[in-house]
Nanobody, 116 residues
Framework: QVQLVESGGGLVQAGGSLRLSCAASGSIFNINTMGWHRQAPGKQRELVARISSGGITNYQDSVKGRFTISSDNAKNTVFLQMNSLKPEDTAVYYC??????????WGQGTQVTVSS
């Protein structure tokens, strides 16, 4: 089994910053990618950013230049630094870990609210 514990969400004014963390535990080996997705009310869940075990990153176009994903492989933790936040970034943010042979696991989600 795999457990993901997210932290760092909250309420921030537009232009502000937040840092999300996600710590993975359990049967953690042979990770493919770790990443962050988000889901706003009435919308589908979407990929925000992800990082491979080799450090390759990719981002949704709307967050490029504002968000940075990083990881601490020794601690099986992934971070999302979010700067210049906009009201449209408001969503529940979910951590996800993917394995090549076991599929993906999701965290419980953390709320990010950006006020205008």
């Amino acid at each position: 089994q795999v457990q993901l514990v997210e932290s760092g969400g909250g309420l921030v004014q537009a232009g502000g910053s937040l840092r999300l963390s996600c710590a993975a535990s359990g049967s953690i080996f042979n990770i493919n990618t770790m990443g962050w997705h988000r889901q706003a009310p009435g919308k589908q869940r979407e990929l925000v950013a992800r990082i491979s075990s080799g450090g390759i990153t990719n981002y949704q176009d709307s967050v490029k230049g504002r968000f940075t994903i990083s990881s601490d492989n020794a601690k099986n933790t992934v971070f999302l630094q979010m700067n210049s936040l906009k009201p449209e970034d408001t969503a529940v943010y979910y951590c996800k870990i993917d394995f090549p042979d076991r599929g993906g696991y999701w965290g419980q989600g953390t709320q990010v609210t950006v006020s205008s």
